[in-house]
């Protein structure tokens, strides 16, 4: 029969084969991750095979505390919150890419004039960007409900840490009434990062913010370009 013990990040097996004489191991050869070596004493054979098991960073991702509830905003309003979410890992790696996707009626490339993506200071994830809050990238939507991607980022997620994101909008203002967004975490592998020792297992996606809707006041019409005429013998 066979025994196991786990140390550190090693799990060692042992088995005791019963031998009137010394036989060689003759098992599989051994994998990259582990180790053979046999002791013989009298007519008992010990094989111990040591597997090392590479450890797991977990990240795990949930909604923020705060996490903006439906809205109604006027057309060309500028660092609407859309999303607020947290991650904690249970060891230290630093982010260097995070995207973001939306969903909607909307048009993000006409209608979402800047996306940015802040590491707020005090959990909160409501009303206006407040001070110590980090802005950390600026992006744009290429395509309708399509993702928006922060690179080169350097955001230290420390062990057993909870950081707090949050992603706003700013609209543009020829965007239409009643056009709708909602912004996510929808990819598995929406964010790339550095210092990994192990198996990197993410948990708790996908994260979403709640629907924001345009709306248009009667006295904002949308622009509409003037084309001037050639000027007269030209």
Known sequence: GGSGTTAGNQTVTTEVIDLVDFIPYDGPPPSNSETVSTTTTGSETMVIVVETVPPVVTVTVAPGANNPSAQSVDVGQADVPVLQFMMVSNDTITLTNLSCTSAGSGHEPSSVYKVRLYLAADG????????G???????????????????????????????????????????LGGETFRAGLASRNFFAATGVAGVLNVVGRPVGGETVTLSRKENQRPCTPVLSSPPAGG
């Open 124 to 131: 909160h994830g409501v009303g206006n960007i407040r001070s």
């Open 133 to 175: 809050d980090s802005l950390l990238s600026l992006g744009f939507f290429a395509a309708d409900n399509g993702s928006v991607s922060f690179p080169n980022l350097s955001v230290r997620l420390k062990k057993d840490v909870v950081s707090t994101f949050l992603v706003t909008y700013t609209f543009s203002p020829v965007g």
